[in-house]
């Protein structure tokens, strides 16, 4: 059976700072994995996906995410962090096979501090 | 939010009457998606369609159903509300044009309803 987690509830961060949100997965095969933001009373929006090749995939608002097959990890990252940042966001996975479905973690809040 | 609309946007309705909402999108994808999210929960699948007249369960489809008769429109019904569905419905849809394309989705911008 295929997971994710996203181990922190909240993460606090300073303007200007960089910034990590963690996400561990679990899938028997190679993974899709996928970031989403959601600003306040908005849908998710996508923000970038790994599928295959370069394990730094780089996505909409200077985020990057890095896949790390070995530790079972895509982190998304961000160099220096704006207040515009704040909001909550969503890791998810789906794994090889065509009856998979895609899965989202429980969100981490990111509050950007000014 | 990518040509897709919810309606209602917000709705209060009581213990077991019937509710619809809708998803409309202007986009002709082929893939559409009703999820509901809840706090500590996320985003649960409830239905989703992968074509007209062609839907399939998701996770947490007791208490839904849904229906496809055009490419542009998704409907979800709650038979017979209770106070577990209360939540924040989104609707999302996928491209189909490469297995890869249809792996992102993009999200509605959700119907808050209330079931008192």
């Known amino acids: 059976a295929q997971s994710v987690a996203q181990p922190e509830d909240q993460v606090n961060v300073a303007e200007g700072n960089p910034l990590t949100v963690k996400c561990t997965y679990s899938?028997?095969?190679?993974?899709?994995l996928f970031w989403y933001v959601q600003y306040p009373n908005r849908g998710l929006q996508f923000l970038l996906k790994?599928?295959?090749?370069?394990?730094l995939v780089k996505g909409s608002y200077g985020f990057e995410a890095e896949f790390n097959k070995s530790q079972t990890s895509f982190h998304l990252k961000k160099p220096s962090a704006l207040v515009s940042d704040s909001a909550l966001y969503f890791c998810?996975?789906?794994?090889?096979?065509?009856?998979?479905?895609?899965?989202f973690g429980k969100g981490t809040r990111l509050h950007i501090l000014p | 939010d990518a040509g897709i609309t919810q309606s209602p946007r917000h709705k209060v309705t009581e213990t077991g009457t019937p509710v619809t909402l809708r998803c409309h999108q202007t986009?002709?994808?082929?893939?559409m998606y009703w999820y509901r999210q809840d706090p500590g929960h996320g985003l649960r699948l409830i239905h989703y369609?992968?074509?007209?007249?062609?839907?399939d369960k998701g996770e947490v489809s007791d208490g839904y159903s849904v229906s496809r008769s055009k490419t542009e429109d998704f409907l979800l019904t709650l038979e017979s509300a209770t106070s577990s569905q209360t939540s924040v419905y989104f609707c999302?849809?996928?491209?189909?044009?490469?297995?890869?394309?249809?792996?992102?989705?993009?999200f509605g911008p959700g119907t808050r309803l209330l079931v008192l």
């Open positions: 999302a849809i996928s491209e189909t044009s490469t297995r890869d394309s249809q792996e992102t989705q993009y």
């Open positions: 899938v028997s095969g190679n993974p899709y």
């Open positions: 790994y599928i295959t090749g370069d394990n």
């Open positions: 998810a996975v789906r794994g090889p096979n065509r009856d998979d479905k895609i899965i």
């Open positions: 986009e002709n994808h082929r893939y």
């Open positions: 369609s992968y074509g007209v007249k062609d839907t």
